[in-house]
């Protein structure tokens, strides 16, 4: 649009105000989701469908905020990439504003009846609305698994053009920025995130005004801000959603920190798997500098702040605070002894403030609003809300947004719509690798950082796991022990060989190998690895086997049970047992001839029979027969 540099607060508001009226002037403007899960799903080639479309029946159409509100209001017609709105189970996603119909499970081939019907003639599409128990819901804001959230930092995510810097300043972007440089001193803006309450969102809970206060007062010549983006944990892509919908948001935040603790330089460290993340924060980067947004001088302000992003290679021990910043320096990804801490010893050995993506993108908000309204969402001593990644064998799988405090069930009924086809909850998984296991009976556990601990549990980045009852808790335990295993940066003895023996006595519980005393040599070894492994990755890495022996002990029980070995759920291929039911079979040999290992014999129109000891449980022949004679236990 504008593009030049600005250096006054007064320019920025009436670039601002510009930007406001560019926007109002669209009379209507189609947003094509382009989260990574819906570019999966082919929304580029929606996206491309429309202007196409649109081109050919003459109809003007924008896709960026031009400087001319007359061209804006003469075009009407607007078509955008937004952020991910979180519903990714029903997607790829459309949303049309003003109107804020949400089309799901979109293809190429609908577009045209979508411009001609809704884009033409105003008219909502009944059949792409999304429907549930019968009922067409036309809002987005109406579908119950957006009624219940409280979206704050995920508030503009499938809402506003995610490339266009403009738009972000249209909804208010960087009021806060200029309230923090012109407004209030240093002191004053920690002390407000300081009475907000706002605890870091990666996973530890730690008070961010206390982090900040603590930078602000070290004596440095160089102090760092540290975005943590890289988000290692399985299912979780939180922060990614906020980096690929809402990217200046996050940066909003990291200036402001720059502001409070006087640091001139920041730095995203984000993993190099997420790179449509990537290329919407270059962007971002790439615009707030052309704004005057980063670099000297900041708006007139006296105040120097530039951001460089650095790509991790994915290594999950990178998400560890100085593990991160070694690498960072250029040095490999390995965590350190500490003290010193990050915000006396951090990032080039100088004061360094260390938070991660969505705790950040809290911060504009806590200085536009004040630490009061903050701390009236969720409990006392877990205010604001928290984002949380549904994944696994849930209806509603996506991202979504809960105020602290929220119960699980809600979370995973009313949110999440309950268990896939009709199956019955069995676990959650939250926290990731670090995490525990919550059950049935902590249904009316409220999420927050206090009382999860209570119960040996932490709420991690934020990822949720939902299981159903086919689900084997030992070979969960096992996933995640691998996972744990392969990320090990293998710097302290005892995550580096405990995990791998670990893994080694879960791996032959599921392949039917496991001894009964194997149970209890788990939890010695946890126990010795939570108590001498050198980082917080190390000591958490026991937490899933922990977790499911605490609450699944039976299952770990009937795998190992001499004579008898089985796995109750019926997961572990080698613990199945295929028999053949002499009254249903009717010897036609069709399994005996699709045996890879030649296990079943017999005569033709005779009952077939198994060996045992051939058998390999591939489940061939209880695929094949035709009789439904096979019987798998």
């Not at 209001?73 to 937004?82: D, Q, T």
């Not at 972000?168 to 920025?177: H, Q, T």
């Not at 006296?302 to 991790?312: L, T």
């Not at 010795?528 to 922990?546: D, E, F, R, Y």
Request: glycine share 12%.
């Amino acid at each position: 649009m504008l593009a030049t540099k600005l250096s006054s607060r007064e320019a920025l508001q009436e670039v601002r105000g510009k930007a406001k009226e560019l926007l109002s002037a669209q009379k209507r403007r189609i947003y094509v989701c382009a989260g990574t899960a819906c570019v999966a799903g082919g929304a580029l080639d929606i996206y491309a469908e429309f202007k196409r479309l649109l081109k050919e029946a003459d109809i003007p159409c924008l896709v960026k905020l031009e400087e001319d509100i007359e061209e804006s209001a003469r075009c009407g017609v607007a078509l955008k990439k937004s952020g991910c709105p979180g519903f990714c189970q029903k997607g790829p996603l459309v949303r049309i504003d003003p109107e804020g119909w949400l089309y799901t499970k979109v293809r190429p081939e609908d577009c045209a009846e979508i411009v001609e019907r809704s884009i033409k003639g105003g008219e909502v599409l009944e059949r792409l609305l999304y429907h549930e128990e019968g009922k067409a819901y036309d809002r987005a804001e109406e579908i119950p698994f957006f009624q219940k959230q409280t979206r704050l930092v995920l508030e503009h995510c499938g809402r506003v053009a995610a490339d266009s810097i403009e738009e972000y300043l249209a909804v208010g972007g960087y009021e806060s920025l200029e309230k923090a440089l012109f407004d209030m001193t240093p002191e004053e803006i920690t002390k407000e995130i300081s009475d907000s309450n706002l605890r870091g969102r990666g996973g530890g809970g730690f008070p961010t005004g206390r982090k900040w206060t603590q930078v602000r007062g070290y004596e440095s010549d160089v102090k760092y801000i540290v975005c943590n983006g890289d988000e290692g944990d399985p299912g979780a892509f939180m922060d990614e959603g906020i980096m690929e919908g809402d990217p200046h948001r996050m940066l909003e935040g990291m200036m402001i920190a720059s502001v409070a603790c006087g640091a001139s330089q920041g730095y995203i460290y984000v993993r190099a798997e997420y790179p449509l993340a990537v290329e919407r924060l270059n962007l971002a980067i790439r615009d707030a500098r052309k704004y005057g947004l980063l670099g000297k001088n900041i708006l007139g302000s006296g105040h120097d702040f530039d951001i460089r992003i650095n790509r991790g290679a994915g290594a999950f021990v990178c998400g560890e605070g100085s593990a991160l910043t070694a690498s960072i320096e250029g040095k490999r990804g390995m965590p350190r002894v500490k003290p010193p801490r990050t915000v006396e010893h951090g990032l080039f050995g100088k004061p360094t403030v260390l938070n991660n993506v969505e705790t950040f993108a809290n911060v504009p908000l806590i200085i536009e609003k004040g630490a009061q309204w903050y701390r009236s969402i969720g409990p006392e001593n877990s205010p604001g809300t928290k984002a949380f990644a549904l994944a696994g064998n849930i209806s509603n799988t996506g991202l979504i947004e809960v105020p602290m405090g929220t119960k699980l069930r809600e979370v995973i009924y009313d949110i999440g719509g309950g268990i896939r086809e009709g199956h019955n909850f069995k676990a959650v998984q939250i926290g990731g690798p670090s995490g525990a296991c919550l059950t049935e009976k902590d249904m009316e556990m409220p999420l927050d950082f206090d009382s999860l601990k209570k119960i040996g549990a932490m709420m991690g980045s934020g990822g949720l796991v939902v299981m159903d009852d086919k689900t084997c808790m030992v070979e969960v335990a096992r996933f995640f022990m691998n996972f744990t295993k392969n990320e090990s940066c293998g710097k302290c003895i005892p995550c580096r060989e405990g995990t791998k023996r670990m893994l080694e006595i879960l791996t032959r519980m599921t392949n039917g190998e496991g001894r009964p005393e194997d149970i209890d040599l788990l939890l010695e070894l946890s126990d010795t690895i939570s108590h001498t492994a050198l980082c917080g990755l190390g000591k958490s890495a026991p937490n899933p086997v922990v977790s499911t022996i605490k609450n699944f002990r039976e299952e770990y029980e009937a795998h190992t049970q001499p004579g008898d070995k089985h796995c109750p759920a019926g997961a572990c291929a080698k613990l199945k047992h295929y028999h053949i039911d002499p009254e249903k079979c009717r010897g036609c040999s069709k399994c005996a001839h699709n045996c890879p290992v030649n296990a079943i014999s017999g005569k033709v129109k005779s009952p077939f029979t198994i060996d045992q000891e051939k058998c390999i449980k591939c489940g061939t022949c209880f695929n094949v027969c035709p009789f439904h004679a096979i019987e798998e236990g």
